[in-house]
Structure formats: C-alpha cells, structure tokens
C-alpha cells in the first residue's frame, strides 16, 4: 500500500535547538568500519526525514554522515541548527505552508501564507539555506485557470520577499491518483504554465519522480524538456513508493544521467519509505539507493 508524507508528517519529532553554528559541508564521513565513504557526488543526493521518523533526528544526521550524504530534506526551522551541528545543509526547508491541501489556488488561505512565509522566508536565509517549499493545494472543484490565477495572485505577494532574500519557491508537483487526490499541480505542464506567468527565478518547481511517473511517466524527456523549471528532485520507487531498486519500473541510474545532462547542479533527495522495520536496516536501505543514484 502506498505511503504518503501527510500519514507521518505529524509524527515527526522535532530536534533539539542548538544555536548558533553556521552551516558547513565536509568532503566525506567515516563509516562503522572506519573508513572513509566515497561517493562520486556528480549527483549532490539528500534525504527526507519524514521517510525515518522513527530515527531521532540527531541520530539519522548522524547516519547521513556515515553513508557521505551532506544534506537532509524536509525540516522545520527549528529543526536547523541540528542538521547544521552535523554539517549537514537543508536543500528543501518548510517554512510557512498551511499543508498539502492548502495551498496557493485557494486565495482563503493567502493570508495566513504571506504572514508565515513572510516570517520564515529569512530564517532559511539566515541558515544559509535556500529553497522553500509550496504547495498548490485541493482543486475542490477549481479549473485549471482558476487555480493559476489564484497561485499567481498569492504568489505576487510574497515573492518579492524571497527575492529580497535570495530564497526560492519552490511548488512540488504531486500525484492525485493514489497518494493526494484532488490535488491541483498534479501535472508538470501546469506547474511550468504558473512557472511562466510569475515569471520569477525566485519560483520553481519541485519534480518529483515518483509522483511524475504515476500520474503521466515520460520522465526522462519530461526533465530534459523542463529542466529550467526545476529546482529540486525527489526519489521513489513505483509501485509503493519503496526502495528505487529492481523492483520497480524506474531505472534510476538512466534518470540521474538525465539530470545531469540537463546541467542541474542542485539536489536530489531519496525520498522512498524503507521497508525494514528496524532504524539500522531503514539506514542501509538508504545507503544501497544512494549507490544507485551516484552515477
């Protein structure tokens, strides 16, 4: 059965603040055996907590660190200075989104977005960090244009304060079939309409391969086509939303290779749910799909 973000995303536990140190990036971690990961790195790969609730978070950056990874997806605020003792630098931060289902085609939750994003947007500045993300939210019986020109309406207005702050929107594009039924930006082909009308580099898309594959597939040609679109990728398998292995229908080695011709310089995050039960096999399954995607 599919797993989705929303299911667990109220169980995350929130790490601890430790104030006051600044973001770095190291070359390599050791691992149990002492020595020293090597990745190729020609993918700059993350990984997103909400897959590993289970995993205190200073104990899960401290996992990212033994596999070589230098970031991890999905925080809070205050969730930064955690990551940041481990050296570890947050691609994709929360940071004023009313959730999934409320999102920037429904103007009733404008306000409340503007106040948040306006309050948050130079906190992820300040960590040093940069892409922020949004959501689109339900259609509940919203038209396409409908929905662009409510998104473009909200968006307007704060964008101007990720400008200011060299932060990026960024919108992720999700399926409704399976995981977010109703969901508006649902298709690439809408998100890079709303990408054209704002007509910003301060707005982006989040191209999620999983949730492309299910609801139009063509990945490949769709990211070489779109990729000026793109700031961010997430990882899973299809079916499942488990392991990107062979026991799926995505070949992820020959996506990676994709992006990179494309020039991307940014990250891709494994965002499947591991299918062992214990801490030390969810970071192993990890590990194993940080191989596969270190092309």
């Known amino acids: ?164 702050n060299n932060v990026i929107m960024v919108m992720e594009l999700l399926n409704s079939k399976i995981d977010h039924h109703d969901y508006m930006c649902d298709h690439t082909a809408w998100g890079v309409e709303l990408c054209k009308r704002l007509d910003s580099e301060n707005f982006k898309l989040l191209y999620d391969i999983y949730h492309m594959q299910i609801m139009e597939g063509d990945i490949i040609r769709t990211i070489t086509e779109n990729h000026q679109y793109i700031a961010h990728y997430h990882t899973g398998g299809v079916p499942g939303r488990h392991e990107i292995d062979n026991s799926q229908e995505l070949f992820y080695p020959a996506v990676m290779r994709a992006i990179l011709k494309t020039g991307f310089t940014g990250h891709v995050a494994q965002e499947f749910v591991p299918t062992p039960k214990d801490n030390a096999g969810k970071l192993e399954a990890l590990e194993k799909c940080v191989k596969i995607c270190d092309v």
């Not at 070359?27 to 790969?45: E, G, Y």
């Not at 948040?116 to 130079?122: A, F, L, M, S, V």
């Open 1 to 164: 059965m599919p797993v989705s973000r929303r299911k667990v995303i109220k169980k995350i536990m929130l790490g601890s603040a430790v104030a006051g140190i600044a973001p770095s990036v190291l070359a390599s971690a050791k691992s149990k055996n002492n020595t020293v990961t090597v990745l190729r790195n020609n993918i700059h790969q993350s990984a997103c907590y909400w897959c590993y609730q289970s995993i205190p978070l200073d104990d899960f950056c401290a996992g990212l660190r033994e596999i070589g990874l230098t970031a991890i997806d999905l925080l809070q605020p205050e969730q930064f200075p955690v990551a940041q003792k481990h050296g570890l630098y947050c691609p994709m931060c929360y940071g004023g989104d009313s959730g999934i289902y409320k999102g920037w085609s429904q103007g009733q939750y404008h306000e409340t977005m503007i106040r948040n994003y306006t309050d948050k947007i130079p906190v992820v500045a300040k960590a040093g960090f940069r892409n922020v993300i949004c959501f689109s939210g339900i259609r509940n019986g919203m038209d396409d244009e409908t929905g662009l020109r409510n998104c473009v309406k909200g968006l307007k207005k704060i964008l101007p304060v990720a400008e200011r």
